[in-house]
Structures are given as C-alpha cells and as structure tokens.
C-alpha cells in the first residue's frame, strides 16, 4: 500500500449505521420526531454534480452507462485543508450519511461543523446514479430477516458467540415493526448483484470525483471499504487517507456467518 494513512474502524452497529434521511413515513403511518444534537448549521454552497458516465447502445436506445451522483456540501467557515468523500455500503445511498433512521443528523452534518468540505455519491448503478439491469447486469435486494440478523437484531438470529450482546438499536429491537427500523428498512435499494463489475464501475467513478475536487480524505463503510483501498493504493497523490468503517475487503472475502453453537 501507497497511501499515506489508512483508518479501519470497526463499529458493530452494520447497516444500522445507514440513515433513512428526507423519509417521514413509518409502518404506521406516523413520523419519526428529529432530534439535533448539534448546532445549527449555515452552508456557503449546496449542490450536486455527475462524475464519469459513457455513452453506449444498449436495447436499441443510446444511453449513459457509468456516471455517479456527488452531492456537496460546504459549510460556511471552511477550517479543514481537505474534503471528506464519503462512499455508502451494500443496499445503502448517500443518505446513510445525512441523517439517522430516528431522526438525528448523520455523520455528514457533524464533519461540517467542524470545518470540512464534505462530498456524499450514490454509488454507480443505483438511486440517483441511476440503476439499469440491461447495462449492469442483474439485480439483489436484502429481505427484512438479512438485515435483522445481519445488522440490527443479531441477538434474535445468534449467528456469531457475541450477538446476544447487542443492544445499540435505538427504541428498542430493530426489528420490522419498530419505527427506526421501519425507517431504515425504507431506504434500502436494490444493489447490483455483482460486486466484481460493481468495483470495475466505481474505481473510474471515484477517480473522476478525486482529479474534479483535488485531494480528499475518502470514508467508506462496509461494502465500499474495498473502493477505498484500491484508490489509496492507485492515487496516493490524491488520496490523503482513507477511513475504512467495518470495511469489506482485506484480509477475507465472502464470510459465512455460522450460528453461535457451531463456532467452535
């Protein structure tokens, strides 16, 4: 590795870290309550850009294959040398990182009022990237028992010895039916199926957003981690570190999680 500095972070919440920002409605039918628990923010600029991006033929229509949404954010006294880009995991877009599933504002408001200049995509191929099966291939979709076990309820699934200790989703269990999950649960999105052609899609992505915007921290959660590592390895001129929060990638590939009574 290239890169001058390389942070993994290994915080159990999962996909529970996601947020289901701009979303009010609730299995209910009712609304989450926001909650600020930092100060007011005032922003000099608010905005968004596409990266990257061809065209092709496909289905008989010309149309753009690879271009990747930025929003951008820049708060009003900027403080920090380099910007955050923040790359959001597996199912997840780029309000994972603009607020909580109940209603707290995300990690993308706390770096700005600190003084950084933040960067949030969606990820090519989804949301507002804009998700296409004939140009990437096929799709998958986490059912509500997936995200349960792997994410927000492990001590109801006991897939690994210290699953009974979870106790970090707020309300309750983060289960279907509590409205923090429900919202959560919400802002989940189909994925392409492929991670291999889902890397070959974001590398030229990323280092299109990083030769636009010059050197950036870049923070990537979960499925994104193996992003991070490739670019920092790439383009250490580029990228200033990297902030690998539960990353996938090195030094394992394809975990299979096993109950707790089989683990040893």
Same mark, same amino acid.
């Given at each position: #590795? ?7 972070? %290994? ?29 007011? /923010?005032?922003?000099? @600029? ?11 033929? %496909?289905?008989?229509?010309? /149309? ?8 951008? /954010? ?9 910007? =955050?880009?923040? =790359? ?9 990182? #603009? ?20 960067? !949030?995509?969606?990820?090519?191929g989804r949301a507002r990237s804009g998700a ?17 076990s792997l994410f927000t309820a492990p001590e109801k699934y006991k897939l ?14 983060? !289960? ?10 919400? %802002?989940?999105?189909? %994925? =392409? ?6 890397? @070959? ?15 950036? =921290? ?47």
């Amino acid at each position: #590795m290239k890169t001058r500095c390389v942070i993994a972070l %290994s915080v159990f919440a999962g996909a529970a870290f996601s947020a289901a920002a701009g979303l009010s409605i609730t299995s209910a039918d009712t609304q989450t309550t926001p909650r600020t628990t930092i100060p007011p /923010l005032t922003l000099a @600029e608010h905005g968004y850009f596409f990266v990257g991006g061809q065209y092709v033929e %496909s289905g008989g229509k010309r /149309l753009m294959s690879g271009q990747m949404y930025v929003e951008y /954010l820049t708060p009003q006294n900027v403080t920090r040398p380099y910007p =955050i880009i923040m =790359i959001h995991g597996t199912a997840q877009t780029g309000t994972n990182f #603009m607020g909580t599933p109940d209603g707290r504002p995300g990690w993308a408001h706390n770096f700005l009022t600190r003084g950084y200049r933040v960067y !949030v995509v969606d990820q090519v191929g989804r949301a507002r990237s804009g998700a296409d099966p004939q140009i990437y291939g096929p799709y998958m979709r986490f059912a509500v028992e997936q995200e349960e076990s792997l994410f927000t309820a492990p001590e109801k699934y006991k897939l690994w010895p210290q699953a009974t200790l979870h106790t970090q989703w707020p309300g309750g269990p983060g !289960v279907a039916g509590n409205p923090a999950f429900d919202q959560f649960f919400a %802002s989940q999105l189909e %994925s =392409i199926a492929s991670t291999v052609k889902t890397e @070959e899609l974001m590398f030229p992505a990323d280092v299109a957003l990083l030769e636009k915007i010059g050197p950036a =921290i870049v923070l990537t959660h979960s499925q994104s981690g193996v992003f991070g590592f490739k670019l920092a390895d790439a383009r250490p001129d580029l990228v200033k570190a990297h902030v690998a929060v539960e990353p996938n990638g090195p030094p394992f590939y394809d975990i299979d999680f096993r109950g707790g009574d089989d683990w040893y």
